[in-house]
C-alpha cells in the first residue's frame, strides 16, 4: 500500500518563498509529481522526480529523497495567482497515488 | 490544442437515478483514467484502462462502471447514485510505461450533485 502526507493549509506572504513538504511509504516507487489545482479546476502537472535532487524550472523547484521518502516543493518569488492546493503524487508502475494536498494561501 | 474534455462540467440527478459522465481526448494516450475528488480530498481513482485493458481498485463500488469503446471516449456509469457520490470527477490520461515522466493530462472535471 501507500502513504502520502502533506501538510493540510500553509500560508505566505506574496513575494516571499514557500517550501511546501511532502512524505511518503510505498512498496514499490517510480517516481514523484507535484501538481497544482486551483479550486473547482482540474490539476495541472508541475514536475517530476525519480532521482534523488533537486529539478529547477522557473519559479518552482522539487526535491527528492527516495531513502527518506521525503520531497519537497518549493515556490519562490510568491503571487497571489500561486493560492492553490499543491498535490503530491507517488507513481507505482505508471500509477500515481495523490496526497490530499496542501492549501497554500499567498496574501499580500 | 491537444486536450482532455469532460461533459457535461456540472450534472444534477436524482436518488437512484442512472448518470453518464463523458471524457474524450485528442492526446492519443493509451491510458484513461477515472477519479472521484470529494472537497478538501484526495483524488480517488477508481479504475483505469490501459489500452482496452480495464484496471479497477479494489475499493471502487459495484455501483461504478466504465467503458471505453475506442481509444479517445471512455464513459464512467453510475448505476444508482446516492447522497456520497455528489463529488467532482476527474478525466485523466497518461502515455502508459514506466520508464519516463509520463504525466496525466486532467480533463476540466464533472460536478455531480445528488438530490
Known amino acids: 500500500g501507500q502513504n502520502i502526507d502533506q501538510p493540510t493549509e500553509m500560508t505566505a506572504t506574496e513575494g516571499a518563498i514557500v517550501q511546501i513538504n511532502c512524505t511518503y511509504q510505498?512498496?514499490?516507487?517510480?517516481?514523484l509529481f507535484w501538481y497544482q489545482q486551483h479550486a473547482g479546476e482540474a490539476p495541472t502537472f508541475l514536475s517530476y522526480?525519480?532521482?534523488?535532487g533537486l529539478e529547477e524550472k522557473g519559479r518552482f523547484s522539487s526535491f527528492l529523497s527516495r531513502s527518506k521518502g521525503y520531497s519537497y516543493l518549493l515556490l519562490k518569488e510568491l503571487q497571489m495567482k500561486d493560492s492553490a492546493s499543491y498535490l503530491c503524487?507517488?507513481?507505482?508502475?505508471?500509477?500515481?497515488?495523490f496526497g490530499r494536498g496542501t492549501s497554500l494561501i499567498v496574501h499580500p | 490544442d491537444a486536450m482532455v474534455i469532460q461533459n457535461p462540467r456540472y450534472q444534477v440527478t436524482q436518488f437512484g437515478k442512472p448518470v453518464t459522465l463523458s471524457c474524450s481526448q485528442t492526446?492519443?494516450?493509451?491510458?484513461m483514467y477515472w477519479y472521484q475528488q470529494k472537497s478538501s480530498q484526495a483524488p480517488k481513482l477508481l479504475f483505469h484502462y490501459y489500452d482496452k485493458d480495464f484496471n479497477n481498485e479494489a475499493d471502487t463500488p459495484d455501483n461504478f462502471q466504465s467503458r471505453r469503446p475506442n481509444t479517445s471516449f471512455c464513459f464512467l456509469d453510475i448505476r444508482s447514485p446516492g447522497l456520497g457520490d455528489a463529488a467532482m470527477y476527474l478525466c485523466?490520461?497518461?502515455?502508459?510505461?514506466?520508464?519516463?515522466?509520463?504525466?496525466?493530462?486532467f480533463g476540466p472535471g464533472t460536478r455531480l450533485t445528488v438530490t
Open positions: 510505498t512498496s514499490g516507487f517510480n517516481g
Open positions: 492526446l492519443n494516450h493509451n491510458v
Open positions: 485523466a490520461t497518461s502515455r502508459g510505461g514506466q520508464g519516463s515522466t509520463y504525466e496525466q493530462y
Open positions: 522526480n525519480v532521482l534523488d
Open positions: 503524487a507517488v507513481k507505482r508502475s505508471y500509477i500515481p497515488t
